[in-house]
């Protein structure tokens, strides 16, 4: 049955998604966070296979909690689909061992909320991929006054390890 560790670990492992950006922002070390939502998911108890017709899933009650929680995140937001944010910001609202594992981590919905905020840019959920809107320069982009900078201290060092790092 679907466990809502089971829902922050798809969450987290989801490459280039919103919540990864959101734990960037934050500066949390993402593969130290998964190792240990990866133990606790690791000593959960396993139950019996429930048999259930095909295409039927079971939620636990703590999973449906998170999954009406998001619906209300989306509302709070003005968004018109419920995201991957919204989602993440519901396990940190609904007590559960998730919750758990974040606050270890010490995240919190405020602090989630901010660094929300700076990666949407204001902007609204209006489709079914808000992903692709977000920080869409800083990913097809050259930021050029970071590459100056490097370029600088790589003058500094050596033309041949220039060439090699930023060919």
């Keep these: 049955m679907p466990h809502v560790l089971h829902l922050l670990a798809s969450l987290v492992l989801q490459e280039e998604g919103t919540v990864d950006a959101i734990l960037e922002k934050l500066e949390i070390d993402v593969s130290l966070f998964m190792d240990r939502l990866l133990e606790v998911v ?19 009650h703590d999973l449906a909690k998170v999954i009406e929680q998001a619906h209300r995140e989306a509302s709070h937001l003005k968004d018109e689909f419920i995201s991957t944010e919204h989602l993440f910001l519901s396990l940190l609202e ?38 692709t809107k977000y920080n869409v320069l800083e990913k097809y982009a050259r930021n050029l006054t970071r590459r100056s900078g490097q370029d600088r201290d790589c003058r500094r060092t050596s033309p041949a390890d220039c060439n090699r790092r930023y060919s």
């Design 42 to 60: 690791d000593s959960m108890p396993r139950g019996a296979v429930i048999a259930t017709p095909l295409g039927q899933v079971y939620l636990t």
């Design 94 to 131: 609904i007590p559960s061992r998730a919750k758990e594992v974040l606050e270890h981590h010490g995240l919190n919905k405020e602090a989630v909320l901010k660094a929300l905020a700076a990666l949407r840019g204001g902007q609204r959920i209006t489709d079914p991929e808000p992903e």
